[in-house]
């Protein structure tokens, strides 16, 4: 048996906001990030359609990009003496992430961030609040998965919270709120939601409720994403959608060890400088993936599937590869963002001399692909590397080199 899960209700469209107003209940808090959503005012906008639907409404500001445990532990304390009975998150994946991990620690105060990671093991939750989300980028579509990304900072690294019970009840997917997107943004997080569809696509848990919003989000990224990038805003809506339909897809056919390598790999050279933003990590490592995953045959023929639906040509499936790695290589190009973490430099664009050392990187090699061996996105990627296959696949992405194992 399968399971396929969404939120109950999606409003989307230019105005979707005011679907706030729908929400039935007494008390409302707002977990909101750094303050791109009050500058611009759709926190204000938020707060007043909420109070119209007759709500309290409390706002926890403030929370940090790539969310830490004590965040969470702080943010469920306000919503144990607030008692809401919905939590609104608004803003880029870690504001939300950051809610949904709240949300468990307010409805369950004995867990432990420990219990929280074990994978399909979160408690049930909605004994006292309900929750929407309302992304403001166009890339992790956390508002309608079943996922929430914590960093352990004492340890550098990321851990992904895995359950239904914490795909969101109502989604509002607005344009509006990603208008104000620097262009940075837009290529990071659009490169995030390209890779989702893609290891979705081929992930083992797919099935034929998750093809076709893999495939069809891949298209849309494809004709949307560089134009959003250079400040075509009806392609930035299309890209709103477009990350939402990869979100509906990989939430229920899970991922691959792009992620586990991308969750490993983006706090641990923090003390370089180095913080390895999720999107640009994907989009480094995704075309080394598919070449890594194209040795298993059912992969091989899916990339083609994919190198077919978006029009790459090619006279057979490695020829679909190759064209599939190359189209993406060239995405990045266009995005302005490195082909290896060895030219990873500041604001994540590409430079000469990138901020993790040679040396600190093949030291920390080891214990980086150890633990993307271990990370949750690994069980449904169609090749599971060994400890050398994953070394071997860190050194490509650092070095730039092709992979041929
Ligand atoms: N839960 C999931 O399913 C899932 C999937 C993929 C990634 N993630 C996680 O999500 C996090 C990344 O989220 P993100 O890429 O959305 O970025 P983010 O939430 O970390 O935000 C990045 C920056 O952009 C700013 N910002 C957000 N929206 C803006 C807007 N509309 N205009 C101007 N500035 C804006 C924020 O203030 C912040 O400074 C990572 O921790 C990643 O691991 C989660
Ligand atoms: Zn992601």
Request: charged share 25%; aromatic share 8%; with cysteine.
């Amino acid at each position: 048996m399968k399971r396929f899960t969404l939120p109950r209700d999606l409003y989307h469209g230019e105005g979707a906001l005011e679907a706030l107003k729908t929400l039935d209940g007494k008390k409302a808090i707002i977990c909101v990030g750094g303050g791109a959503m009050k500058r611009n005012g759709f926190l204000q906008k938020a707060e007043d359609y909420l109070k119209e639907a007759g709500m309290e409404v409390r706002i926890f500001e403030g929370i940090e990009p790539d969310p830490s445990v004590e965040t969470v532990m702080r943010g469920a304390q306000v919503m144990t003496e607030f008692e809401p009975d919905w939590i609104v998150a608004m803003g880029g994946g870690s504001p939300i992430d950051a809610a949904k991990a709240m949300w468990i620690k307010y409805e369950h105060p004995e867990i432990t961030f420990e219990q929280m990671c074990v994978v399909f093991g979160i408690p049930k939750l909605r004994n006292k609040a309900r929750f929407c989300a309302i992304p403001s980028t166009s890339g992790t579509a956390t508002e309608v998965t079943a996922f929430s990304v914590i960093t352990d900072y004492t340890k550098g690294i990321k851990y992904p919270l895995a359950d239904f019970e914490i795909t969101p009840d109502v989604a509002i997917v607005d344009p509006s709120l990603a208008e104000t997107m620097p262009a940075k943004l837009v290529a990071h997080t659009g490169m995030d939601a390209m890779t989702h569809a893609v290891e979705a696509y081929v992930s083992t848990a797919n099935c034929n409720y998750t093809d076709p919003l893999a495939l069809h989000s891949i298209k849309m990224i494809k004709e949307n994403l560089v134009k959003s990038y250079n400040g075509d805003m009806s392609c930035r809506a299309d890209m709103h959608d477009a990350q939402c339909l990869a979100g509906q897809a990989f939430s229920n056919a899970l991922l691959g060890i792009v992620h586990s390598m991308a969750h490993k790999t983006g706090a641990i050279f923090e003390d370089y400088g180095a913080h390895i933003i999720h999107g640009a990590a994907n989009a480094m490592y995704l075309p080394k993936v598919i070449k890594f995953n194209s040795k298993d045959e059912t992969a091989k023929v899916r990339y083609g599937h994919i190198a077919d639906f978006i029009g790459l040509g090619g006279n057979n499936d490695d020829e679909k590869v190759d064209l599939l790695i190359a189209f993406l290589r060239k995405m990045n190009d266009e995005l302005n963002i490195p082909q290896s973490i060895n030219h990873y430099g500041a604001n994540g664009l590409p430079a000469e001399t990138g901020f993790v050392p040679e040396e600190v990187f093949l030291d920390r090699l080891p214990s980086i692909a150890a633990n993307a061996i271990s990370d949750a996105c690994t069980g449904s990627n169609p090749r599971i590397p060994t400890q050398e296959e994953m070394e071997k696949l860190l050194k490509c992405c650092y070095y730039d080199l092709d992979v041929d194992f």
